[in-house]
Nanobody, 124 residues
Framework: QVQLVESGGGLVQAGDSLRLSCVAS?????????MGWFRQAPGKEREFVGT????????YYAPSVEGRFTITRDNRAKTTYLQMSSLKPEDTAVYYC????????????????WGQGTQVVVSS
């Protein structure tokens, strides 16, 4: 079992930057898990934000955040980061990280390990 804890959310203004962290514990070696970030806005389904592979650090992003968000990871610290820049009000959501031992997490499947989420609010 992998436990994930997100942090770093908060209230910011449009155009600001914010960095979210996701710390993992338990499970196998952290590098064996691909990590993903998802978000869920009020009244909407959870959606893919971006993902990063375990060892090659390959990243993929949703078109809505491409060029503004960057995912990195520190395997020794068992931590994944989501650096968000040029934030927009439509980025307001609860942000979740997910760990997958079977491929890159790009859809919000229940089989992944999930954190509890951290709230991001972007005011206009």
């Amino acid at each position: 079992q992998v436990q994930l804890v997100e942090s770093g959310g908060g209230l910011v203004q449009a155009g600001d930057s914010l960095r979210l962290s996701c710390v993992a514990s338990g499970g196998r070696a952290f590098a064996l898990y691909a990590m993903g970030w998802f978000r869920q806005a009020p009244g909407k389904e959870r959606e893919f934000v971006g993902t990063i592979s375990g060892n090659t650090l390959t990243t993929y992003y949703a078109p809505s955040v491409e060029g503004r968000f960057t995912i990195t990871r520190d395997n020794r610290a068992k931590t994944t980061y989501l650096q968000m820049s040029s934030l927009k009000p439509e980025d307001t959501a609860v942000y979740y990280c997910a760990a997958s031992a079977e491929g890159l997490p790009t859809t919000p499947r229940p089989g992944y390990y999930w954190g509890q989420g951290t709230q991001v609010v972007v005011s206009s």
